[in-house]
T-cell receptor, first 113, second 109 residues
Framework: EADIYQTPRYLVIGTGKKITLECSQT?????MYWYQQDPGMELHLIHY???????EKGDLSSESTVSRIRTEHFPLTLESARPSHTSQYLC????????????FGNGTRLTVT | QKEVEQDPGPLSVPEGAIVSLNCTYS??????FMWYRQYSRKGPELLMY????GNKEDGRFTAQVDKSSKYISLFIRDSQPSDSATYLC?????????FGTGTRLLVSP
């Protein structure tokens, strides 16, 4: 059972709306990540954080922003949603060690109409 | 060329078969290897995590790493319909983590 929680699980929203995808973990992990996953494609890292008040952009350019005010919470925000943002968004966390494996939440499937 | 290559499948097998899932990679910096299982509409779940070359067994699952050939495998013995999912390989080294695109496995009763 996952110790990393994402809400909402599904979201259908109109173009131009502001949205926030929530992610929380109870494992006390310092590192947290946001990935984007499209069918048949590999996971693409869009944001990561190595601790409170630390955020970095990932390999895939994204118009979203993130914040890390608390260790357990890593929300992702889109100020103005567009149809090109339609995708599955996966949140993950890992322990402090350099090569610790990632643990994923169940994702938010976002559809922008 | 992608750093990690994984056949997308689908791979269809009958219940009870031995399944072999594979990934190849090109970056010799990768030292840690993972297999994730992802059911439809769920997040990836960590199945196996290995470091060295050789085999690691966990129940019906065996992960094999051959660093000299840059090739990793996941074997599933006595496959069950509940094993039907997408299997993602992932590799890590020097703080770089790369995922394969996943192989879809279908186990029919």
């Amino acid at each position: 059972e996952a110790d990393i929680y994402q809400t909402p699980r599904y979201l259908v929203i109109g173009t131009g709306k502001k949205i926030t995808l929530e992610c929380s973990q109870t494992m006390g992990h310092d590192k947290m990540y946001w990935y984007q996953q499209d069918p048949g494609m590999e996971l693409h890292l869009i944001h990561y954080s190595y601790g409170v008040n630390s955020t970095e952009k990932g390999d895939l350019s994204s118009e979203s922003t993130v914040s890390r005010i608390r260790t357990e919470h890593f929300p992702l925000t889109l100020e103005s949603a567009r149809p090109s943002h339609t995708s599955q968004y996966l949140c993950a966390s890992s322990a402090t060690g350099t090569n610790s494996p990632l643990h994923f939440g169940n994702g938010t499937r976002l559809t922008v109409t | 060329q992608k750093e990690v290559e994984q056949d997308p499948g689908p791979l269809s097998v009958p219940e009870g078969a031995i399944v072999s899932l594979n990934c190849t990679y090109s970056n010799s910096a990768f030292q840690y290897f993972m297999w994730y299982r992802q059911y439809s509409r769920k997040g990836p779940e960590l199945l196996m995590y290995t470091y060295s070359s050789g085999n690691k067994e966990d129940g019906r699952f065996t992960a094999q790493v051959d660093k000299s050939s840059k090739y990793i495998s996941l074997f599933i013995r006595d496959s069950q319909p509940s094993d039907s999912a997408t299997y993602l390989c992932a590799m890590m080294g020097f703080q770089k983590l790369v995922f394969g695109t996943g192989t879809r496995l279908l186990v029919s009763p």
